[in-house]
């Protein structure tokens, strides 16, 4: 069964870090660009980050930038989120979503009809 299943959610303290994780099973996660959404209630699903592929280009909505870290390693088949300085308007589902870098290479990294496989998300609140 192909499937990306996210862990390392929870509740923290603005300020305070997690770091969540995006394992891959049944298929390996090479040539496919990882990304991070995150879909707050009412709202819609928005794009956190992404990696490629090659590991080295990465993307980060302006939101996150300077606090997010995204990085992955093949060998564990896993993509990692490392989220700093959290805080309440951080609090949201976080899903991870796998798409080919075959023939996407003009979408947008954001646009989540892109996506191959998603995983079934993680709750991350930030409160105190």
């Known amino acids: 069964q192909l499937q990306l299943v996210e862990s390392g959610g929870g509740l923290v303290q603005p300020g305070g870090s997690l770091r969540l994780s995006c394992a891959a099973s049944?298929?390996?996660?090479?040539?496919?660009?990882i990304s991070w959404f995150r879909q707050a209630p009412g709202k819609e699903r928005e794009g956190v980050s992404c990696?490629?592929?090659?590991?080295?280009?990465?993307y980060y909505a302006d939101f996150v930038k300077g606090r997010f870290t995204i990085s992955r390693d093949n060998a564990k088949n896993t993509v990692y989120l490392q989220m700093n300085s959290l805080k309440p308007e951080d609090t949201a589902v976080y899903y991870c979503?796998?798409?080919?870098?075959?023939?996407?290479?003009?979408?947008?990294?954001?646009?989540?009809?892109?996506?191959?496989?998603w995983g079934q998300g993680t709750q991350v609140t930030v409160s105190s």
């Open positions: 979503g796998a798409r080919s870098e075959w023939g996407t290479s003009s979408i947008s990294w954001y646009d989540t009809s892109s996506y191959d496989y």
């Open positions: 049944g298929f390996t996660l090479d040539g496919y660009a």
């Open positions: 990696i490629r592929s090659s590991g080295i280009t990465t």
